[in-house]
């Protein structure tokens, strides 16, 4: 398994961060989110186009990058199936009728699931959790040939994570606020770097690789195993 990180930004962080976006290849080639410019970061990367995209929830910083992926895999004459729950389809659909491409839904296959459902195709699983977010949100669990990693979207500290998460070989854990700063952030469903900390702890994962920051780079404390992620980084699992 391999993780090739696109955006590790958030929706106000420093422009060369780029939004969310996390490219996973096991025996498919998966996205995780979508953000602005993903495609471009894409091509940046030296990435093929991905088979699945797995869009965690509806908010801008994580799915408006979702059309150009569907426009150039009209292009290229592919299709992208496009996993989530059913008010991000719903969200992603009104996104295409809003830039005038409601044609671009037949180049997706739409894979509906519920906010704790189970996906696979060929060897790869797929596992939703329901998140804490401001909206509906959801976190991710992809596993393939004994490895695997866990994303968490956006979310304040949660249970459902540290289940999903428990014995992942790496955890892709949002952090949109250092220690001290827990109440601001859990008020608008985010977490910070101690909350990733803790729950990367709890779940017994072998390494933490912190993402969505804002204006202010991540604080960890010593002695966490952690990978420090840029665009185009790549961790071979």
């Given at each position: 398994m391999r993780v090739v990180v696109l955006g590790l930004g958030g929706w106000i962080s420093s422009p060369w961060l780029g939004y969310p976006g996390i490219y996973v290849e096991t025996d498919r080639r998966l996205l995780l989110d979508a953000g602005e410019g993903t495609y471009?970061?894409?091509s940046q990367c030296g990435l093929p186009l991905p088979e699945l995209l797995i869009l965690t929830h509806s908010h801008g910083d994580h799915i408006l990058g979702a059309p150009t992926l569907l426009l150039m895999a009209r292009h290229k004459g592919a299709r992208i199936k496009v996993v989530a729950i059913q008010s991000v389809l719903e969200s992603l659909r009104r996104i295409l009728e809003a830039v005038r491409m409601p044609h671009l839904e037949q180049h997706m296959d739409p894979v509906e699931l519920a906010p704790d459902g189970v996906y696979e195709e060929g060897g790869t699983r797929i596992a939703f959790a329901p998140a804490k977010h401001s909206v509906e949100a959801v976190h991710v669990r992809i596993e393939h040939g004994g490895k695997c990693v866990a994303y968490s979207g956006d979310t304040a500290p949660s249970e459902a994570l540290e289940r999903l998460a428990e014995g992942c070989d790496l955890l892709i854990h949002e952090a949109s606020g250092n220690p001290g700063q827990e109440e601001q952030a859990h008020l608008v469903g985010h977490s910070t770097t101690k909350d990733a900390v803790e729950l990367a702890a709890k779940a017994g994962v072998k390494a933490l690789m912190p993402?969505?920051?804002?204006l202010s780079p991540p604080l960890l404390p010593p002695g966490v195993?952690?990978?420090?992620?840029y665009p185009c980084a790549s961790v071979e699992l």
């Open positions: 471009a970061r894409l993402v969505h920051y804002y195993n952690a990978y420090l992620p």
